[in-house]
């Protein structure tokens, strides 16, 4: 009978689990996070609601995988190429005040919210709710990257530079906390380890990470990630078990080793098809059942039967606001009251990780299980309501025609046509000339040439022609060209195209990463095609319905299949280029990161879809 009861509340948990995105898609409940929504459900059919369901065996393993997976996920969020400072390190926009390092504001922030939550800890000890500063203080600190991210996905504010800011805030904060609740649980956890025996889990992070660099690109591991074997996915939960057990083995909380797990395969750059099979298995599965038994075990009613806990939950959420706010405010040198206001409002959202801590401390007993349900329910009022108000406040302004600047090194006839050819709301060409005789100075009525005492790489510099986001360089000495066009990738350019008609010089070039055009290969390659395929020639060469490449740059469409891509134009998607496949595309076929796509269509509707998918690329 009891074993019957177990199965009856297993198959419940994964019902509503199942259920509960269908709910929140057809009541057009779009701005609550599934995460919160899950909870919700759960409060109503646990101790909250019908008391329908009551955790087992079975359900505990389940919710504990949930919450495993989900720390582990949270570690694989984590981009350490932010951690450079992003593309743009303070460079200025036209009509714009000069935009922050990314990094350096990020870091400064998180410092003032560490210190803002330190001091109103103490306010709440003195208050008599809580008795350790400690927890308190990395509670008050935390921001859910869970929320963070997909609401900066929504918004298309993942390239922008205060995109940038408020998700390198919460990436910190997430590492931060998470390390400093190991050490926490190290110091006043009685059955635990001591604070030093975390080098010991982190010393074989450093091992492994090591281990998995070198076997990562071996042609044998290659071989066996597909199919049957799949070993990528049998490495990662290899790696996780291995070093939750570790992490319990030290002392620290098993959801340190996961989300150490997950930094390692982070740092270990995994390609996007195994990182949305693991996002696909976590949220599909273990994640949902862990946030269902979290609203099961919430008993509401508890909470509200003591005035000083009702008393906690608004003082709470003022605390997290300020914590936030008062040290966001550095934004306001840069952005605007209203963009500073929801930047706040949206690293005021916490969740995975004031349960981890709750969890915790309930555990050792340094709160009661309704204090514990009052800092749960708390994190679940901040995610639901820290979007819906950064969507409000962030204002919307009208998307920048940003163009992408390509810069002509010599003026002939080839690049002045070209360039001429470019002129557009996409493209800015400038080209780039010697000075010229007065005699030589008939191209000047036609064309705008910016003039140069000559091509040395110090000149270039001066005239900020390495600022351009591609170069084309076509002066009449090879050797020059091949020069400068190294010059310009050693600066970071991130496409050069160079005239080069030596084939040894070409293949040198090449491996530089320059992309290399000759004039005589070029035509008799042209010749050849109009003699055996005249029908391509005319899709190459007829502006309207000519094949155009575009770069899949937007990640709000990462994922998303042709079938639901929301673009109406006059549009056909002829080829999808990814690494070294050639895909033919359909309905099923899903879009990705830094795919190369072949289309043809109206060159209005081609334009429009190039600005939707580059978007924000070259900003």
Same mark, same amino acid.
């Given at each position: 009978?009891?074993?019957?009861?177990?199965?009856?509340?297993?198959?419940?948990?994964?019902?509503?689990?199942?259920?509960?995105?269908?709910?929140?898609?057809?009541?057009?409940?779009?701005?609550?996070?599934?995460?919160?929504?899950?909870?919700?459900?759960?409060?109503?059919?646990?101790?909250?609601?019908?008391?329908?369901?009551?955790?087992?065996?079975?359900?505990?393993?389940?919710?504990?995988?949930?919450?495993?997976?989900?720390?582990?996920?949270?570690?694989?969020?984590?981009?350490?190429?932010?951690?450079?400072?992003?593309?743009?390190?303070?460079?200025?926009?036209?009509?714009?005040?000069?935009?922050?390092?990314?990094?350096?504001?990020?870091?400064?922030?998180?410092?003032?919210?560490?210190?803002?939550?330190?001091?109103?800890?103490?306010?709440?000890?003195?208050?008599?709710?809580?008795?350790?500063?400690?927890?308190?203080?990395?509670?008050?600190?935390?921001?859910?990257?869970?929320?963070?991210?997909?609401?900066?996905?929504?918004?298309?504010?993942?390239?922008?530079?205060?995109?940038? #800011? &408020? $998700? =390198? %805030? /919460?990436?910190?904060?997430?590492?931060?906390?998470?390390?400093? *609740?190991?050490? @926490?649980?190290?110091?006043?956890?009685?059955?635990?380890?001591?604070?030093?025996?975390?080098?010991?889990?982190?010393?074989?992070?450093?091992?492994?990470?090591?281990?998995?660099?070198?076997?990562?690109?071996?042609?044998?591991?290659?071989?066996?990630?597909?199919?049957?074997?799949?070993?990528?996915?049998?490495?990662?939960?290899?790696? #996780? &078990? $291995? =070093? %939750? /057990?570790?992490?319990?083995?030290?002392?620290?909380?098993?959801? *340190?080793?996961? @989300?150490?797990?997950?930094?390692?395969?982070?740092?270990?750059?995994?390609?996007?098809?195994?990182?949305?099979?693991?996002?696909?298995?976590?949220?599909?599965?273990?994640?949902?059942?862990?946030?269902?038994?979290?609203?099961?075990?919430?008993?509401?009613?508890?909470?509200?039967?003591?005035?000083?806990?009702?008393?906690?939950?608004?003082?709470? $959420? =003022?605390?997290?606001?300020?914590?936030?706010?008062?040290?966001?405010?550095? *934004?306001?040198?840069?952005?605007?009251?209203?963009?500073?206001?929801?930047?706040?409002?949206?690293?005021?959202?916490?969740?995975?990780?004031?349960?981890?801590?709750?969890?915790?401390?309930?555990?050792?007993?340094?709160?009661?299980?309704?204090?514990?349900?009052?800092?749960?329910?708390?994190?679940?009022?901040?995610?639901?309501?820290?979007?819906?108000?950064?969507?409000? =406040?962030?204002?919307?302004?009208?998307?920048?025609?940003?163009?992408?600047?390509?810069?002509?090194?010599?003026?002939?006839?080839?690049?002045?046509?070209?360039?001429?050819?470019?002129?557009?709301?996409?493209?800015?060409?400038?080209?780039?000339?010697?000075?010229?005789?007065?005699?030589?100075?008939?191209?000047?009525?036609?064309?705008?040439?910016?003039?140069?005492?000559?091509?040395?790489?110090?000149?270039?510099?001066?005239?900020?022609?390495?600022?351009?986001?591609?170069?084309?360089?076509?002066?009449?000495?090879?050797?020059?060209?091949?020069?400068?066009?190294?010059?310009?990738?050693?600066?970071?350019?991130?496409?050069?195209?160079?005239?080069?008609?030596?084939?040894?010089?070409?293949?040198?070039?090449?491996?530089?990463?320059?992309?290399?055009?000759?004039?005589?290969?070029?035509?008799?390659?042209?010749?050849?095609?109009?003699?055996?395929?005249?029908?391509?020639?005319?899709?190459?060469?007829?502006?309207?319905?000519?094949?155009?490449?575009?770069?899949?740059?937007?990640?709000?469409?990462?994922?998303?299949?042709?079938?639901?891509?929301?673009?109406?134009?006059?549009?056909?998607?002829?080829?999808?280029?990814?690494?070294?496949?050639?895909?033919?595309?359909?309905?099923?076929?899903?879009?990705?990161?830094?795919?190369?796509?072949?289309?043809?269509?109206?060159?209005?509707?081609?334009?429009?879809?190039?600005?939707?998918?580059?978007?924000?690329?070259?900003?």
């Amino acid at each position: 009978m009891e074993q019957h009861a177990s199965i009856t509340s297993l198959v419940i948990v994964i019902i509503v689990a199942f259920l509960t995105p269908i709910i929140l898609h057809r009541l057009k409940l779009s701005f609550i996070p599934v995460v919160v929504a899950e909870i919700i459900m759960g409060l109503i059919i646990g101790k909250s609601g019908f008391n329908i369901v009551h955790e087992d065996a079975w359900l505990s393993t389940l919710s504990t995988l949930g919450f495993l997976f989900l720390m582990f996920l949270s570690g694989l969020e984590i981009d350490f190429t932010a951690f450079s400072g992003g593309k743009n390190k303070g460079r200025a926009k036209p009509n714009s005040k000069k935009e922050p390092n990314t990094f350096v504001v990020a870091s400064v922030i998180f410092v003032g919210i560490f210190i803002a939550s330190l001091g109103l800890s103490y306010l709440f000890v003195l208050a008599g709710f809580i008795e350790n500063v400690f927890l308190m203080t990395l509670i008050i600190s935390t921001i859910s990257l869970g929320v963070v991210v997909p609401t900066l996905k929504d918004a298309h504010l993942m390239k922008t530079n205060i995109g940038q #800011i &408020i $998700l =390198l %805030v /919460a990436v910190i904060a997430d590492l931060a906390t998470m390390i400093l *609740l190991a050490v @926490f649980v190290s110091l006043y956890d009685t059955g635990g380890g001591n604070t030093w025996l975390l080098l010991v889990l982190f010393a074989a992070g450093v091992a492994l990470y090591f281990i998995g660099r070198s076997f990562k690109n071996r042609t044998f591991i290659n071989a066996l990630s597909t199919g049957t074997t799949q070993i990528g996915t049998r490495a990662v939960f290899a790696l #996780i &078990i $291995l =070093l %939750v /057990a570790i992490s319990e083995t030290v002392g620290a909380e098993n959801i *340190l080793g996961a @989300f150490l797990a997950g930094v390692l395969v982070s740092l270990l750059a995994p390609d996007q098809e195994m990182v949305h099979k693991l996002d696909s298995f976590g949220y599909g599965f273990l994640i949902p059942i862990f946030f269902v038994m979290v609203g099961v075990e919430l008993d509401l009613w508890s909470l509200f039967s003591e005035k000083k806990l009702l008393l906690l939950i608004p003082l709470l $959420l =003022l605390a997290l606001f300020l914590s936030k706010m008062v040290p966001v405010y550095l *934004l306001k040198k840069w952005y605007d009251t209203k963009t500073v206001l929801a930047a706040g409002f949206l690293l005021t959202s916490t969740l995975s990780l004031v349960i981890a801590a709750a969890t915790i401390g309930e555990r050792m007993e340094m709160i009661s299980p309704q204090m514990s349900g009052t800092l749960i329910l708390v994190a679940v009022i901040s995610s639901v309501l820290t979007p819906i108000l950064f969507k409000k =406040l962030f204002p919307e302004e009208k998307a920048e025609e940003v163009k992408v600047k390509v810069a002509f090194i010599g003026a002939n006839q080839m690049t002045l046509p070209v360039s001429r050819a470019l002129q557009s709301s996409l493209y800015e060409p400038v080209i780039f000339h010697t000075k010229q005789d007065k005699a030589e100075k008939l191209a000047d009525t036609v064309f705008e040439i910016i003039e140069i005492d000559n091509y040395d790489i110090d000149t270039l510099d001066k005239v900020e022609v390495y600022d351009a986001n591609i170069i084309v360089i076509s002066t009449g000495n090879p050797d020059l060209n091949a020069t400068i066009a190294v010059s310009a990738k050693e600066r970071g350019v991130e496409r050069v195209i160079a005239r080069i008609e030596s084939p040894d010089l070409a293949e040198q070039a090449q491996e530089e990463g320059i992309e290399v055009f000759s004039v005589l290969r070029s035509t008799e390659s042209l010749l050849r095609a109009m003699i055996e395929s005249p029908g391509v020639m005319t899709i190459l060469t007829h502006q309207e319905n000519s094949l155009h490449e575009i770069r899949m740059l937007n990640d709000h469409f990462d994922g998303m299949t042709l079938r639901r891509f929301p673009f109406t134009g006059d549009v056909i998607f002829v080829r999808i280029l990814r690494e070294n496949e050639s895909i033919v595309p359909h309905g099923d076929t899903e879009l990705r990161l830094n795919d190369r796509l072949i289309v043809t269509g109206s060159k209005e509707y081609v334009d429009e879809l190039k600005r939707e998918l580059e978007f924000c690329f070259w900003c």
